[in-house]
């Protein structure tokens, strides 16, 4: 079983850069295939990026984040970070970390929702303008 908490959600400005963190506890957190998603009010969830374990960690992002947007992993500390900059008021969203043990996927199925049995509870980020 895997549990997934994330931090560093918080208020900003337009332009500024925020890190988020997911602390993952359980065993074999580098087999992990880990993503973050984001859900504005009255939105459906969207994915944001994914860190692919059985590819090195390589990551991908969604069109509307890449070259913003980064991740990283910390498989010794079972941590993920994605670090946010120049932030839109359309960045304003709850941000979850899922977490899924489903390897040699394509990207695009990583970048659905269904993949993942892993949730977070969520982190507040909203970007005032």
């Known amino acids: 079983q895997v549990q997934l908490v994330e931090t560093g959600g918080g208020l900003v400005q337009a332009g500024d850069s925020l890190r988020l963190a997911c602390a993952a506890s359980?065993?074999?957190?580098?087999?992990?295939?880990m993503a973050w998603f984001r859900q504005a009010p009255g939105k459906e969830r969207e994915f944001v990026g994914a860190?692919?374990?059985?590819?090195?960690?390589?990551?991908f992002f969604a069109d509307s984040v890449k070259g913003r947007f980064t991740m990283s992993r910390d498989n010794a500390k079972k941590m993920l970070y994605l670090q946010m900059s120049s932030l839109k008021p359309e960045d304003t969203a709850a941000y979850y970390c899922?977490?899924?043990?489903?390897?040699?996927?394509?990207?695009?199925?990583?970048?659905?929702?269904?993949?993942?049995?892993?949730w977070g509870q969520g982190t507040q980020v909203t970007v005032s303008s």
């Open positions: 899922a977490a899924t043990t489903k390897s040699y996927f394509s990207d695009t199925y990583y970048s659905q929702i269904r993949p993942y049995d892993y």
């Open positions: 359980g065993d074999a957190f580098s087999f992990l295939t």
């Open positions: 860190s692919i374990s059985w590819s090195s960690g390589r990551t």
